[in-house]
């Protein structure tokens, strides 16, 4: 009889790897060979696709339908401006500990919302949200309503020759999307992704094979609000300006990144991608027509919603049976030693 | 006699919410239905008053012989045509496609409005107030909201309990799929259920835009009042809607009592504090 052998990687992720290795040397190497407008551009990329990343993680896994990761946006970045502006601390300093509040303010927020389920946790997490904004608008030291702006002397910190400054931020958004990108893969490919991808399956069923689901949920949702409010921290410290309004934003934090998940494909590493670049290219098109690309993107997630609930990702995989970054296992006949055949 | 004061007016100002929650009461309690364009809708109803009144020259109530009608079909064919669809796979697709409309709404009312505050003009009652003995003041206006609201859910009750379209609706609401085998047509019943949930949200859009000014962007914090009143009083009751609308009303009021900045923030943390202790709310009818 012949072996059977557990195998993870396709043809095409194998392809995939050979293309994404130069494809993202050369994003690395934009600043020199790129204008600034671009640099703008794909660093938002970039952090739209973090953030897509996360709440496909969220939702597209573990079944946490949030509507409120708007919250750690704007915490983490009233973190960045709290630190550095009246607590004078380095700018780094606080780019790197505005996730671990983020995920610290998770916690207790878990601790009411995970009394709830299904509708009530969507509502009661955006509700959160509007606590946390409420809350900035009275803080006086925040800002109030007004919110806080970023001082010259703290963006001297980074650099003090403009360029330079403008591709470190490029580099560092670069960065934060590709360790989420790399974070969810690796989890994703881990014994706690199998835990996930079976949640996001049937919950009911991995609970009687034996799968925590609260534990698993809950190191989730603590994980995704910590990486979620870095994200905030680089964002806002490129905006040079936060207020509560901007900060908490369901609209340009939440609901554009549910759309690009569902566009995309839920329940995929891809989708968010595929996702991020429909909406970007949407609203690059249209940047004339004002809020056009909005209503355009809307009815788009409906159509896609209604008719094809997987997403663009979602079909391409039943049709061709794709599969960028292998975190699937198949069962292959081959020999131990030899490679697998696709 | 200052407390008493705060109290009355912020049982008036629930009034106020629990209209704002009808609708939504109705499609949550019936259809299971999450609408996240319930606030938009209401600012939409709001703009059609608006739209009404400039060209007819009725006055905010009176146009509300033409955008109850409108309203209506557009809750009959939101449903019929869209919503219907996503009511069998679970939260997020009628999630989507209802943050879909909400962002459609907002974003077509900017494109069409601007994104300048409005308001609707209905006269004397706006302003004018009834002394009560003992030097309280009422605003006539908030009676009038809250006379309303209690008249709707009255007359939903009726609906409900003294009707065979009610009692289709109750059967619906406790179990959609053997309803169904029983022969009743969940997909024309749905559509009229939203239908009429829409009736009461264009009575609510044209009353609240008499009361505040109004933009595009006013819709998702008029939902989130409304959900609050529908989770604080319980699932599928109406009452209990009205009751959550006053809880939601007397925290705001207290809030704003301490401190006026604080009126928001209170109703959002009782509305929690609530949650946490009674995760269904306080006088649930059917489950989720």
Redesign the interface.
């Known amino acids: 009889m012949e072996p059977v052998r557990v195998v993870r990687q396709t043809r095409a992720s194998r392809v995939f790897a050979v293309f994404a290795v130069p494809g993202l040397a050369a994003l690395v190497a934009l600043p020199w060979w790129g204008d600034a407008g671009w640099m703008r551009l794909i660093a938002e990329m970039a952090y739209y696709l973090a953030l897509a990343q996360l709440w496909n993680l969220l939702?597209g896994y573990a079944g946490l339908?949030s509507?409120g990761q708007q919250a750690f946006v704007g915490l983490g970045g009233y973190a960045l401006f709290y630190l550095t502006g009246p607590l004078n601390m380095n700018v780094y300093l606080g780019l790197l500990l505005a996730g671990p509040f983020a995920g610290l303010m998770a916690i207790p927020v878990s601790f009411?919302v995970f009394?709830?389920s299904?509708?009530?946790f969507?509502?009661?997490t955006?509700?959160?949200s509007?606590?946390f904004s409420?809350?900035a608008?009275?803080i006086s030291v925040l800002g109030a309503g007004s919110g806080m702006s970023l001082t010259p002397a703290i963006l001297r910190q980074i650099s003090i020759d403009r360029d330079i400054r403008d591709t470190i931020l490029y580099l560092m958004s670069l960065a934060i999307s590709v360790f989420v990108s790399a974070i969810v893969y690796l989890l994703l490919r881990s014994r706690h992704g199998l835990a996930l991808t079976a949640i996001r399956d049937s919950e009911p069923a991995s609970a009687s094979l034996g799968v925590n689901t609260f534990r698993t949920k809950f190191i989730i949702y603590i994980a995704t609000a910590a990486c979620t409010g870095l994200i905030g921290g680089l964002i806002f410290l490129q905006k040079l300006r936060i207020s509560p309004e901007a900060g908490f934003n369901?609209?340009d934090w939440t609901?554009v990144v549910?759309?690009m998940v569902?566009i995309g494909g839920?329940g995929t590493i891809e989708g968010p991608f595929i996702g991020m670049l429909i909406f970007i290219v949407l609203r690059e098109l249209l940047a004339d027509y004002?809020?056009?690309y909005?209503?355009l993107?809307?009815?788009i997630?409906?159509v896609v919603?209604?008719k094809a609930?997987s997403g663009i990702w979602g079909w391409v995989v039943q049709r061709y049976n794709l599969q960028l970054f292998p975190v699937s296992r198949r069962l292959a006949l081959a020999p131990a030693d030899g490679a697998a055949k696709p | 006699m200052n407390w008493i004061n705060i109290l009355i007016q912020g049982g008036l100002l629930g009034g106020f919410y629990a209209l704002f929650a009808i609708g939504l009461s109705m499609s949550f309690g019936i259809m299971r239905l999450v609408n996240i364009a319930h606030g938009d809708l209401i600012v939409l109803a709001a703009y059609v008053a608006l739209v009404v009144t400039e060209n007819t020259g009725l006055d905010p109530f009176l146009s509300l012989i033409i955008v109850v009608p409108l309203m209506f079909v557009l809750g009959y064919a939101l449903q019929r045509g869209l919503l219907n669809f996503t009511l069998s796979g679970g939260l997020l697709p009628p999630l989507l496609v209802t943050f879909g409309i909400s962002i459609i709404i907002q974003n077509g009312l900017l494109q069409a409005f601007g994104a300048y505050d409005h308001r609707l003009q209905e006269g004397a009652i706006e302003t004018a107030s009834m002394q009560l003995p003992g030097g309280l003041s009422v605003g006539l206006y908030p009676l009038l909201v809250f006379a309303v609201a209690v008249l709707a859910i009255a007359g939903l009750q009726l609906l409900f309990y003294r009707t065979r379209l009610g009692r289709a609706f109750r059967a619906v609401s406790d179990d959609a799929d053997t309803a169904e085998l029983m022969g009743i047509d969940n997909r024309k019943l749905f559509a009229l259920a939203l239908g009429i949930a829409m009736v009461f949200t264009a009575i609510a859009g044209a009353l609240f835009g008499v009361r505040t000014i109004f933009s595009p962007s006013a819709g998702p914090i008029r939902l989130i009042l409304a959900f609050e009143a529908v989770i604080i009083g319980g699932l599928g009751n109406m009452w209990g809607t009205l009751i959550g609308g006053v809880a939601l009303g007397l925290a705001q009021a207290l809030g704003a009592a301490v401190n006026p900045t604080w009126q928001i923030l209170a109703g959002h943390l009782a509305f929690l504090v609530i949650l946490i202790i009674r995760p269904s709310g306080l006088f649930p009818r059917t489950r989720d």
């Open positions: 939702a339908v509507v009411a009394r709830l299904g509708a009530y969507a509502i009661g955006w509700v959160v509007e606590v409420q809350s608008s009275l369901i609209n609901v549910i759309f569902v839920i004002g809020t056009y909005l209503i993107l809307g009815v997630a409906i919603m209604l609930p």
